[in-house]
């Protein structure tokens, strides 16, 4: 079954991550609310309620994340830069990988998608840890520095070969998700890898 196969078993799968992430986040926000609370009546001890509190900063962070990466996203619909970096900044406060994330203005959600989606597949050839950058110019850019890069050529190959096919396991999702957001957004995808440094840039075809 090709790419463009099957729209609404993709659209309901969207629909369904949009859900779950929209469901969540409610009681991950009120479980914060309570710790705030907590710390203000002076109940708890200081170092329970940081590991808390910096926990329930993290999950929200990653909700957030699954909600513009795996959720709905249509041509019509913009996000801020700003809140993009928020949330990457939350999810990398003690994670091996870094984001320097450097769109600050609006821009479309399909686009965030596809950067996310990017910097998830970034993460997975970078075992060691390391930097990933994000820019909007006249392309997408999302550029990845490590001491090492290890991209496994089953899982990056498709990703500019349409035609190729690899079956991919839950961990890997972001792979068989960013060609289908590719097509459905109308860009093209070019990759450049070093040992150390490994770029996607996004054009419009």
Known sequence: MGLGDN??????????GSRICHDLI?????????????????G??????????GSVEQASARIRF???????????QTIAGTE?????????AAARVQYDWTITGQMSRPLARIALLSAQCMESAMPGGGQITVMLDDALHVIGNADRIAADPALWLPLEDLATEH???AAQVQFAL???????????LTIMQSDTTISMQFRET
Do not use: C, K, Q, W
Not at 34 to 42: K, N, R, T
Not at 84 to 92: Q, Y
């Open 7 to 16: 729209p609404v078993s993709r659209d309901l799968a969207t629909l369904v």
């Open 26 to 42: 409610s009681p991950i926000g009120a479980i914060g609310n309570g710790v705030e609370l907590l710390s203000m009546g002076g």
């Open 44 to 53: 708890g001890g200081t170092d329970e309620i940081d590991l808390i509190s």
């Open 66 to 76: 699954f909600r513009i990466a795996y959720g709905a996203a249509h041509a019509e």
């Open 84 to 92: 993009v970096a928020t949330i990457l900044r939350a999810m990398s």
């Open 167 to 169: 079956v991919h396991s």
């Open 178 to 188: 960013l060609p289908r957001a590719v097509l459905e957004a109308g860009l093209t």
